[in-house]
């Protein structure tokens, strides 16, 4: 079982850096997980922007993200970040870290995420 808790949302203007944090709690430490960041606007699906393998630290990106986004962990603090830059008005979402129990490789879908947070909203302008 996992807790995950989002924050650092807040309304930007384009160009600006933004950093989420996503502050977890595991029943289970000695378990690895794969950690995402997802992303849901207004009429639209809930889509993957980065995901990270706590065991190994390998990141994955969603196309639209690579070069601009930076997914990290803290291990220390059982923190995942996901730094945020030059944000576009299409980034504007609320925005979701989640948890599955399996590698990270193949855990590109919304659906092999058990537990989610409440979410953070981002709005740019």
């Known amino acids: 079982h996992v807790q995950l808790v989002e924050s650092g949302g807040d309304s930007v203007q384009a160009g600006v850096s933004l950093r989420l944090s996503c502050s977890i709690s595991y029943r289970y430490p000695d378990e690895h997980y794969c950690l995402g960041w997802f992303r849901q606007a207004p009429g639209k699906e809930r889509e993957g922007v980065a995901r990270i393998a706590t065991g190994s630290g390998n990141t994955y990106y969603a196309d639209s993200v690579k070069g601009r986004f930076t997914i990290s962990q803290d291990n220390a603090k059982n923190t995942v970040y996901l730094e945020m830059n030059s944000l576009k008005p299409e980034d504007a979402a609320m925005y979701y870290c989640?948890?599955?129990?399996?590698?990270?490789?193949?855990?590109?879908?919304?659906?092999?995420?058990?537990?989610w947070g409440q979410g953070t909203q981002v709005t740019v302008s």
């Open positions: 989640a948890a599955a129990s399996r590698p990270c490789r193949g855990a590109s879908d919304v659906t092999e995420y058990v537990f």
